[in-house]
């Protein structure tokens, strides 16, 4: 009988999600190395005890066949004590029997106690261990020929006249039911054992050979595992043991840059990356990942983690499926429940325990367990969409569930066009993301791979009712990003936003019949409608007559289906760089390093200019004839400069923190500067006003809203073009006559509970100065100016400073940094 009900306090936070039995040792449960350890010994019938969390152990071990034993529940509703949960299981017990707990490790011999039951004709027998401090145990002490004398329940250092203890471990005959009372609590420690001696009835005590370890708090269930390592417990570790104290999991991936520094277990499809190293005693749970030059020693992670870049854990125990980012560190004793979320450059301190489902922000140093308080979960939506670690923090479950939190804000039956990158995970989180628009009834018409541009063009026909593109994350290849879009080809907005959510966190959504099921079609001509559309948006005679020579860069995206027949209708002269879709491309693409490259083919061919699209399509990065590469705001002022005289419109729309030389540039022709939130939505929507013409992110995102009004690199080329052609200019002469701007910008960290407290005493100290509220708050100080900015997903504020000369705005930057951090304190 195997003793499975209990809750295991000490060991919270573990335990708050899973019985103490089926908590991991070596990567295996508990009490799968106490079944295991009974077949050993001959003994396949397990009655097993269950309470606390009962399904948990019965979903996992079922009949007990996949095991090679027999194995029937007893549920406890309410606490029967040890002997009372025996009795509980009368029934089952009609022979004698060993009684033993599922939450210890131990290789004891079973069959040498049941021996000694035998040769002793006991009624009872008590397998006695040895431990150096006994004071938490019941010590017994016995006879010369093993009887039992007498028992103390945790007794004091004076009263310690033996060092062996009860391990829970006892053969019983059936006869003991007699002493147990029906119907209540009854303790074999403090009731039955005692009753056999004043009954003077054969109880013994057998002194067994092995190991025992009671893991009843987080120091043991440490200790149990460097026991495991060191080899001092027989017990099956799962894998493939290469060295002493090293086993390598199924599927395992340890890359030949890592180091593995001393004894360890990967578990299986674990993967440790270059520059990782694992220290002494690292056990590492099945697919757990450790990402480049993580630092891990004395640590025990659960199955599913992900630990990030340059992490450190020292003497940790990490939960199921928490997530701890780039540079995180976790000190000596430190406990994660399952699924936190540690944030970039976190400290965990010294002995705190994180409960499951917690918040550490980015930053954040943290030296009090944190057991109720919680920031949330993290907003759903970022900047551009919902992003995360591919098959980490975006799972395909998770895309589902999103697509159809998404598909029930719609109405039943409408179309919503898909697409993605070229990447595996693109493919992947797409199909989930279909799947789950269909099982709300929204049918889809999927592109395929097609760039951001191509999607949010095809979305605005009438028939359709929104978009979904998923990708890469520039920057991050390990990260995908969810893009949806509304009717118009823009990003949702907040209240559509807020809605998803709330749906996707109440888990509310429209699930059809299954001949509502939504359909999946295939666009023909999707990309002939683009280009022609994007050819009637420009003045094609001029471009033609020009002749020009490009060098352009498709950066391994989907544009590279569109733009070669578009330059080519308009008789330019193009050499094509990665022409092609190609994850590894995508995975490794650098902007200004393919725009290097660009240039220096750009200055040996004599091209006019040459230019970089990344590869969502989205963004572009401009070389001039002599093979400059222009920084965002010499494109920025360059594109203003030629787009003023030629403006459907009065008015350009730029962020907030643009510098002010646009208004100057702008003045010249007459155009005014619309000044907008710095948010990419914000952007658009100002785009979507009929007296914009014209509008620019200042990170190479420029917006034609004649054609769509949203960023697109392959439009916004092409209309380069035509300006160049019309003004009969080179792009460097346009670039030299531009003024040049001295905007510096910096962050500081800003706990979330600050921020408001950091805007509302900038606004009261520059009472007295010009102030704009458009986004943040910007002072001015006489020509020179500052905003300061809270980051919408970290804990940081963004300062923006301009003046007269790098140094005057860099002196302006640090001001307000100071007045921060003092803030912040």
């Known amino acids: 009988m195997i003793m499975a009900g209990g809750e295991g306090t000490r060991l919270r936070p573990l335990t708050l999600n899973v019985p103490k039995p089926m908590l991991p040792v070596a990567n295996r449960p508990m009490m799968e190395h106490i079944v295991t350890l009974l077949r050993t010994h001959g003994i396949d019938e397990i009655v097993v005890t269950v309470a606390y969390l009962a399904n948990n152990i019965r979903n996992y071990f079922g009949d007990g066949s996949e095991f090679g034993v027999r194995m029937v529940y007893a549920t406890e509703d309410t606490p029967l004590g040890t002997a009372g949960s025996v009795r509980n299981a009368m029934a089952e017990l009609d022979e004698r029997f060993i009684v033993i707990s599922g939450d210890v490790l131990t290789d004891i011999d079973l069959t040498g106690i049941v021996n000694f039951h035998e040769e002793h004709d006991a009624l009872a027998t008590i397998g006695l261990v040895s431990v150096a401090d006994p004071l938490e145990f019941g010590i017994v002490i016995t006879h010369d020929d093993g009887s039992i004398e007498r028992f103390l329940e945790k007794p004091t250092w004076g009263q310690v006249f033996s060092d062996t203890i009860n391990s829970g471990i006892f053969v019983l005959e059936p006869r003991i039911f007699d002493f147990i009372a029906p119907d209540g609590p009854v303790d074999f420690s403090s009731e039955v054992f005692p009753a056999l001696l004043e009954a003077e009835e ?19 269930y440490v200790r149990a595992h460097q026991d495991v390592l060191d080899g001092r417990v027989q017990v099956d570790v799962p894998g493939f043991q290469l060295s002493h104290g090293v086993w390598l999991g199924e599927g ?75 540079g995180a560190r976790c000190e000596e004793g430190v406990v994660l429940g399952d699924q936190c979320f540690i944030g970039e450059n976190a400290v965990v301190g010294a002995g705190v325990k994180v409960y499951p489902f917690k918040t550490v922000e980015t930053g954040a140093v943290v030296n009090s367990s944190i ?67 269909n099982a709300s009834g929204a049918n889809v018409l999927d592109l395929e791979i097609a760039s951001v541009p191509v999607t949010r063009f095809l979305v605005r026909q009438p028939r359709y009712a929104g978009g979904v593109s998923v990708r890469l994350v520039q920057g991050d290849p390990q990260s995908v990003i969810m893009r949806f879009f509304d009717s118009d080809g823009l990003d949702l907005n907040e209240a559509v936003q807020r809605k998803v959510e709330r749906l996707l966190n109440r888990e509310d959504f429209r699930r059809v019949l299954a001949a509502e099921i939504g359909e999946i079609d295939y666009p023909a001509r999707a990309l002939e409608q683009y280009t022609s559309a994007l050819e009637d948006t420009v003045d094609v005679q001029p471009v033609r007559a020009a002749g020009f020579k490009l060098v352009v860069d498709y950066g391994f995206g989907s544009t590279s289906f569109v733009m070669p027949n578009v330059l080519a209708k308009l008789n330019a002269e193009v050499l094509g760089v990665n022409p092609y879709a190609s994850t590894g491309g995508i995975m490794a693409f650098d902007r200004w390093h393919q725009a290097e490259g660009v240039a220096s083919v750009v200055r040996a061919s004599g091209a006019h200019l040459g230019a970089v699209l990344d590869p969502d399509g989205e963004h572009l990065t401009l070389i001039d004839d002599e093979g400059h590469v222009l920084t965002d705001d010499e494109s920025l002022f360059a594109m203003v400069s030629l787009v003023g005289g030629h403006l459907l419109g009065d008015q350009i729309a730029v962020p907030i923190s643009t510098s002010r030389v646009i208004e100057q540039l702008a003045g010249e022709n007459g155009v ?38 949203a960023f697109d690199a392959a439009a916004s080329l092409v209309k380069l073009l035509e300006l160049l052609a019309k003004e009969d200019a080179l792009l460097s002469s346009v670039v030299a006559k531009a003024p040049r701007a001295h905007v510096v910008h910096d ?29 943040g708050v910007k002072v001015w100080h006489d020509t020179a100016w500052i905003l300061a900015l809270p980051d919408a997903e970290e804990p940081l504020t963004h300062l923006w400073a301009e003046a007269d000369s790098d140094a005057e705005a860099r002196r302006l930057i640090q001001e307000y940094a100071r007045r921060i951090r003092q803030l912040v304190r």
């Open 747 to 775: 962050t500081v960290v800003t706990p979330w509970d600050r921020k408001g407290l950091v805007m509302r005493t900038l606004v009261e100290q520059t009472k007295d100065r010009q102030v704009d509220l458009v986004d």
């Open 252 to 326: 395992a991936e340890v890359h030949p840059d890592a180091v593995v520094a001393g004894t360890a277990i990967i578990g299986d499809y674990g993967r440790v990356e270059a520059g990782a190293r694992l220290g002494n005693y690292t056990v590492l749970g099945s697919n757990v990942r450790v990402r480049a030059d993580a630092d891990l020693e004395r640590v025990v992670i659960h199955d599913n983690a992900y630990v990030g870049e340059s992490a450190q854990l020292r003497g940790t125990v990490v939960g199921r499926a928490t997530d701890i980012r780039r």
């Open 202 to 220: 054969p109880l013994f005590g057998a002194v067994a050979s092995g190991y025992w370890e009671d893991v009843g708090t987080i120091e043991a």
């Open 371 to 437: 057991v109720w308080e919680s920031r949330g979960a993290r907003s759903l939506f970022g900047r551009d969409g919902v992003a995360g670690l591919a098959n980490v923090d975006i799972t395909p479950e998770v895309a589902a569930r999103v697509a159809m939190a998404y598909a029930t804000t719609l109405k039943k039956n409408a179309t919503i066009i898909t697409s993605r990158d070229s990447s595996r995970s693109g493919r992947m989180l797409k199909r989930a993301m279909m799947a789950g628009l």
């Open 672 to 709: 005014k500067i619309r000044y907008t939130k710095t948010s990419t939505a914000a952007l658009m929507d100002a785009a979507c006003d009929p007296g914009v013409g014209f509008a620019a992110s200042g990170d190479g995102g420029f917006i034609l809203p004649g054609f769509l009004p």
